[in-house]
């Protein structure tokens, strides 16, 4: 896995000559409802070691108000997600500022190895958290919200809002209608 080196600045991180940050460890089992599939570890994420931990990030409040979670998990206690058979990976290891700088050719990349992880762990449900991932690795323009007509690696394929905080195209309601619907197909 490629490291990038960041260096602390008053404004969060920049990339630079610093400490190696690396990807996140993926929170897998086998034979999960759901695994949701992150684009890529922020660096805020990266450097803290877990999941969707900019205090920005929606992901946790989305996912308890949306039914998958009893009470709102902490990034720090993201494994518990296994014991609501959920699981979080990303769809590109490397970590960035902003999502924005991957290039298409980082999640074509990135194909293989998500697909034999998915493969593997046999989720019912893989949720690619925003388009643009989903997009590139499908090789198609224009891609829906919600329930795909594809599978990738045995899983069906679903595409949710992107939690982030830079993503204003949803608000925190929003983010929960579009991951309450995911939650109400998958205890079916």
Request: proline share 6%; hydrophobic share 40%; with cysteine.
């Amino acid at each position: 896995m490629r490291q990038e080196m960041i260096e602390p600045t008053m404004g969060g991180f920049s990339l630079s000559k610093g400490h190696p940050v690396q990807g996140l460890a993926d929170i897998l089992a086998k034979d999960l409802s759901v695994v949701f599939c992150g684009i890529n570890p922020g660096m805020s994420s990266a450097v803290v070691g877990y999941h969707f931990a900019s205090r920005s990030n929606r992901f946790w409040r989305a996912l308890h108000l949306s039914g998958f979670t009893p009470e709102q998990l902490i990034p720090q206690n993201a494994a518990s997600l296994l014991d609501y058979r959920c699981g979080l990976t990303s769809a590109v290891d490397r970590p960035t500022i902003g999502a924005s700088d991957l290039r298409r050719d980082d999640f074509i990349n990135a194909r293989p190895g998500l697909e034999q992880k998915i493969r593997r762990y046999s989720p019912r449900y893989i949720a690619f958290l925003g388009k643009p991932a989903c997009a590139a690795i499908f090789d198609q323009r224009e891609v829906r919200w919600g329930r795909q007509s594809m599978r990738f690696g045995g899983a069906q394929v679903w595409v949710l809002p992107n939690p982030s905080g830079l993503n204003r195209a949803f608000t925190l309601e929003g983010l929960i209608t579009a991951y309450r619907e995911l939650s109400q197909e998958v205890s079916l």
